[in-house]
């Protein structure tokens, strides 16, 4: 599975996530933004890379590098993060069937073309399970570290926008526990809002039911908060 979302490449062109990103661009240097991201390909950060920006995973950005690099906080985990089996010692391992549980090791991220050899190993990418609460297999504790990161990036947020994701609050707490307990407004671009609603009353703005409707809507109300 680590594989085939390793595969995911942009279509020449643009596209919505590129056109959001340039659109925090022209906002400015004093508006920073991260990005948050549940999905194991990596299409956001390569349309990052088109706007010119590096991404920042789990490292502390150096002071010169900051303008031009942007976090990204995988909390599920993403197909790019491999164990690490250079800096790691493995003793008497022995993988059977088509499952692993690696508890432990250190991860590294590695460009798409080298999720096929990185996990030749027979250790898959840390991805978490599609499950109720997202149960993680391989280097759980470094996907916690990442869950942690999460918490601390919405609790900072003077803004939280939510595309795509649907609310799940009871199974997946780790998400939207963050969003509810932060005091910022919240623009939802998505469906099935009601349960996020309810927790986080008037802070709370649908901005459309899809990312083609939402996308032009939000650049307003995004513009509205810095202008």
């Not at 164990?83 to 590294?108: E, H, M, P, Q």
């Not at 997202?134 to 759980?140: A, F, H, Q, R």
Request: aromatic share 10%; glycine share 8%.
């Amino acid at each position: 599975m680590g594989r085939f979302f390793a595969s995911f490449r942009l279509l020449p062109g643009t596209n919505r996530y590129l056109a959001i990103v340039k659109f925090l661009q022209s906002l400015g240097p004093n508006v920073e933004f991260s990005f948050g991201s549940l999905n194991y390909e990596t299409c956001l950060e390569q349309s990052l890379g088109r706007a010119g920006l590096g991404v920042l995973y789990w490292e502390q950005a150096p002071e010169s590098d900051r303008a031009r690099l942007v976090r990204v906080t995988k909390p599920h985990g993403s197909s790019n993060f491999v164990v690490d089996t250079d800096t790691n010692t493995f003793v008497n391992v022995r993988i059977v069937g088509g499952g692993s549980y690696v508890v432990g090791a250190r991860l590294k991220f590695v460009p798409l073309h080298d999720v096929a050899k990185a996990t030749e190993s027979g250790f898959p990418p840390a991805m978490s399970l599609y499950a109720p609460g997202k149960p993680n297999l391989v280097c759980p504790e470094a996907v916690e570290r990442l869950r942690g990161e999460w918490e601390v990036a919405v609790g900072a947020a003077d803004v939280v926008v939510v595309i795509g994701a649907r609310p799940m609050l009871e199974s997946d707490p780790h998400i939207w526990r963050p969003i509810e307990n932060s005091r910022a407004p919240i623009a939802l671009i998505g469906s099935d809002y009601d349960p996020l609603k309810q927790a986080v009353r008037d802070r709370l703005h649908v901005i459309g039911d899809t990312f083609a409707a939402g996308l032009d809507p939000l650049k307003r109300w995004l513009t509205d908060r810095w202008t």
